[in-house]
């Protein structure tokens, strides 16, 4: 499925519109997403009813069914937009960076950074109740790949290590940083979310770090 490019969703909560206001077409849509995404992280897709939405957006269903036709597609534009955030904290911190100590601590943050963005959204990504569904499966699994190839092409360049050799390192450090940023979230913070991140930079590296460069 190809998605049109428009506005990312904030991340923090996105008030409803009083009943009536007019809205551009993007300011609207970013509203309807916002009251999605609340619905659909606090019930599950299949639980959440299209009138659940409207009601949190404030608008008639009507208005609802004009910008997404199923609820279906309304959840693969929250997939999407998520996906893409989380690919893009990923890219932003591995490309801040040219020292590789440094590249990693920063890959392990940006998964701490994105399960704290608004504490929900993140299960949306991780957790969703629809991977059943092909579009939904591709749209994650589209994700996860683009993540272990940014490591991946990192890995090869710096370290001399064939794609396949590569590759199988960067899928531990995702999911190294996946699991241990929701296992984190979830037990309530129960160690300091800075504290967190070098804990978990700290275990990577030092495996990580018997891969010197060989480049300057």
């Not at 009083?18 to 992280?41: C, E, N, Y």
């Not at 606090?42 to 609820?71: C, N, T």
């Not at 959204?121 to 092909?134: A, G, M, Q, T």
Request: glycine fraction near 6%.
């Amino acid at each position: 499925m190809t998605e049109t490019a428009h506005p990312p969703v904030p991340t923090e909560a996105v008030p409803s519109a009083p009943r009536g206001t007019r809205l551009s077409r993007d300011a609207r849509r970013t509203q309807l997403l916002g009251a999605a995404r609340d619905v659909f992280a606090a019930q599950g897709y299949h639980a959440a009813a299209m009138d659940d939405i409207a009601e949190r957006a404030g608008v008639s269903k009507p208005v609802l069914y004009q910008h997404f036709p199923s609820k279906l597609e309304l959840y693969q534009a929250l997939l999407t937009t998520y996906a893409a955030e989380l690919v893009g904290r990923l890219r932003g911190a591995i490309e801040e960076f040219t020292d590789n100590e440094q590249r990693v601590r920063a890959a392990v943050s940006a998964y701490f950074d994105f399960v704290t963005g608004d504490g929900e959204s993140y299960r949306l990504v991780f957790e969703s109740d629809l991977r059943s569904e092909p579009e939904a499966a591709e749209i994650l699994d589209k994700a996860l790949t683009e993540c272990i190839d940014l490591v991946a092409g990192v890995v090869t360049q710096d370290a001399g290590l064939d794609a396949d050799r590569a590759r199988l390192l960067a899928v531990g450090l995702v999911g190294l940083s996946q699991v241990t940023a929701r296992y984190w979230l979830d037990s309530g913070h129960s160690v300091p979310k800075e504290e967190a991140v070098e804990l978990m930079y700290r275990l990577a590296w030092r495996g990580l770090s018997h891969f010197p460069m060989i480049h300057d």
